[in-house]
């Protein structure tokens, strides 16, 4: 009963008249128990007849017997009673209570949609006993019971009017909605159900879709993760024999030097050998001759210095000793080969094209007029415009011509190069349609304004340069190009008009051939860094339109 459910031990402690807990609880001759108010006041209405019976098992007593508070019973229901407060603490909010219950209110586990009333699980069985013959409409419980019932006449909701879009029972559709459209609640929620499962169908379609671009995005970052893993690997095995190479000339400059040092070292060593040499034999000589020069022996005398004289006619030679014994310049050399190459590998390093992957979240538009919403028009910039294009229409179409233009001077314009750009610049998402007749190929652009006017070099051409991006379009094949890197599209043709679709801030370009359907011709992941300008560049006898569409 209370926590919505009695168990079969607690439910021995309910006093059979009030379908509540004990209360000062009594057992009479015939062993049920009652709370004492109840069987008094029961007993009190037989006393006019003189009977005295157990309302449950219907045993009567000759005598009335006197009524003691069972002790034993009455602990045990007390400790029912903590028990049951405990469940009551942790109920959740969501938690219907009995209407029937008095004094303690148990959780409702069905709701009577004909009485309008929620039930514990002992009144609930009481309810179906109650009502044997005719099943009454019961719910698991609810605590919106009152919002099912209609506030001005007490009845059923039973009824949806269409007309105005709400539940109503059978007398407010006989009365203030009389003629509406009025179907069964039965009816109407099927229909809802029914509906809610298309919703779901979708939902589980999005979320496959989801799931598949999760998995999609998971093998792009393993790929990545394994481009990048493969790169360092070769690079480390790059700057290895790089570094293994500069081991290799710092080997052969110190070796060199060695060399160097070595046989001028040696050749001074043996001079200086002939040195000592030399030197010996003079203060030989020197010595000789101070003992000639005190001797008295004239013939000794003379014989020894006829011998000196001849030896020492011959002159000394001459000994010239560098200025500079260091290698400066050899260190000065290999310094600024050290100095080169830095700034050689600083400069090379920063040009390593090192790309970032970007996870990109696009519109993911399906059809074309999701593009349209964020269509514009734009218009062709005179200024811009070659002398062989003749523009019209308000300056929304252009077409090739054999003779020159007579337009004024102007640094904006292309003096070389048959192309224009559009006066007005992308910002945020924008979509916008080009009509494209009697030519051969021709190109639809997105361009920085800083894109160079004057020449015929690369940095004037659409797609040429890091300024602009292009899609040549001709009958058979489409091709993109940007930065003087063109990408053929095998397999992939345009119709006579070409959409473009620009997200500047997530750095998002989509061409897509336009007819019946919208096909995706060429979709670029970049990152735009200055304001773009829509432009076309033109082959012979070309006619183009930028469109007018109606949203």
Known sequence: M????????????????????????????????YCMSCITGCWNQDNQMGIYSCPQCRKTFTQRSDLGKNVMLAEMVEKVKKIELQAAVTAGPEDVQCDVCTGRKYNAVKSCL?????????????????????????????????????????????????????????????????????VSAAEEMT?????????????????????????????????????????????????????CSFERSRSEVTQMIRDQERDSVSQAEEQLERMKQEINDLKRRDTEMEQLSRTDDHIHLFQSFKSLSLSGSSELPRIHISSCLSFDDARKSVAKLRDQLKDYCREQIENIPVKHMRIILGPGFENRDEYLKYFRQFTLDPNTAHKHLQLSDRNRMIITTHTDQLYPAHPDRFDSVVQVLCRESVSGR???????????????????????????GNECRFGFNKQSWKLMCSPLVCTFQHNNI?????????????????????????????????TLIHKVHTTFTQPLYPGISLGKNATVKLCSVTV
Not at 4 to 27: E, G, H, M, N, Y
Not at 440 to 446: L, M
Request: one cysteine or more.
């Open 430 to 456: 924008c979509y916008w349609e080009v009509d494209w007749h009697q030519s051969e190929c021709f190109g639809v652009s997105v361009s920085y304004k800083s894109i160079s006017r004057k020449g015929t």
């Open 114 to 182: 004909v009485c309008l009333n929620s039930y514990c699980q002992t009144h609930f069985e009481r309810h179906e006993e109650f009502h044997p013959g005719k099943r009454h409409k019961v719910i698991d419980a609810t605590g919106r019971l009152q919002e099912m019932i209609c506030q001005k006449h007490d009845k059923l909701l039973e009824v949806f009017c269409r007309t105005d879009q709400q539940f109503i029972c059978f007398l407010c559709m006989m009365d203030q909605h009389r003629n509406h459209e009025t």
């Open 486 to 518: 063109a990408t053929e599209l095998p397999g992939v043709s345009s119709s006579s008009r070409i959409g473009l679709f620009v997200d500047h801030d997530a750095g998002i370009l989509s061409f897509y051939s336009v007819s019946d359907t919208m």
């Open 2 to 33: 209370a926590e919505a459910r009695i168990s079969v031990a607690q439910d021995q402690f309910v006093c059979p008249i009030c379908l509540d807990l004990l209360k000062d609880p009594v057992t009479i001759p015939c062993g049920h128990s």
């Open 191 to 243: 229909k809802m159900q029914d509906h809610l499962r298309d919703m779901q169908r979708t939902i589980q379609q999005k979320i496959q879709k989801k799931e598949t671009m999760l998995q999609e995005l998971k093998e792009a970052v393993e790929s990545y993760r394994r481009s990048a893993q493969a790169a360092v690997e070769d690079i480390e095995k790059i700057f290895t024999d790089l570094i």
